[in-house]
Each structure stands twice: as structure tokens, then as C-alpha cells.
């Protein structure tokens, strides 16, 4: 397993394009391939706007679209080692306020069906210096 000093993940400046879906948004910001998983998840609570001693569950989605359980640092390691194999080097997450009843079961309010690639148009908010912004498109 390479280290998270691996010289692929620094390809893009060092830094790893994160996609946080949560409530119907896609929070979009960049981290760095070294950040440890409490730093993660106080970011993540940040940008959703959840009080730091909220309970949290995090998903990323595999290369076949399996959704797979952040909770600990090697899982995060082997997620941003996962990610900067892709061509565009971005982790997606989704982001639940709860924690499932067991290990192994889903997040209450979580549905196979958010994990489909274009199954819902999500709303797309960018992250950049603390402040969230949507962009838009002026040619249309």
C-alpha cells in the first residue's frame, strides 16, 4: 500500500478535488491528500453546517459505484489513494447527519438509489476560502 507521500497524488498541485453531497447539494471544495480523517470530518461539518459534536457518516463511491464507509484513517488513505488513480481525481462522498443502527447497515434517510450516476440533479456549490458560491452560466 503506498503512503500518503505517494509522488501520483501530488500530479495536480498536491491537492485532491472533494464532492460532498449532502441535503440535496454538492459541496465541492479541495484537500490535501495528507489530511488526517478528524480534520476531514470537521471540514466536512463545516461546509454542511453541522455542530461539530453532530454524529457523521461518510461514503465514498468506489470505481463501480459501490458505496464504501469512511470511519477510520486507513479507510481515508485507501479512498484518496483510490481517487488520484482516476483520471480527474475526485473523491465523492455522501454525507449523512446519523450513524447506521449496525456496522454494515445503511444510514437512516439513505437510499441505493442516490447512488446512481445522474439519478438526481444535484444543486453544485463551491467551497474556496470558507465561503460557499454557486456558479453560474452566463452563454445559456
Known sequence: ??????????RSGGRVRLKAH???DIL????????????????????CGLHQQHPLTLKWVDSEGD???????MELE?????????????????VFPSIPEQPGMPCPGEDKS?????????RKLYRANGHLFQAKRFNR
Do not use: N
Not at 29 to 47: A, G, I, K, N
Not at 78 to 94: K, M, N, P, S, T
Open 1 to 10: 500500500m503506498p503512503s500518503r507521500t505517494d509522488p501520483k497524488m501530488d
Open 22 to 24: 449532502y441535503g440535496g
Open 28 to 47: 465541492i471544495t479541495s484537500v490535501d491528500p495528507t489530511t488526517t480523517f478528524q480534520d476531514l470530518c470537521e471540514e466536512v461539518r463545516d461546509m
Open 67 to 73: 458505496p464504501c464507509t469512511v470511519s477510520s484513517q
Open 78 to 94: 485507501e479512498a484518496f489513494r483510490l481517487a488520484c488513480q482516476g483520471r480527474d481525481e475526485v473523491l465523492i462522498i455522501h
Open 114 to 122: 442516490i447512488y446512481r450516476r445522474g439519478a438526481r440533479r444535484w
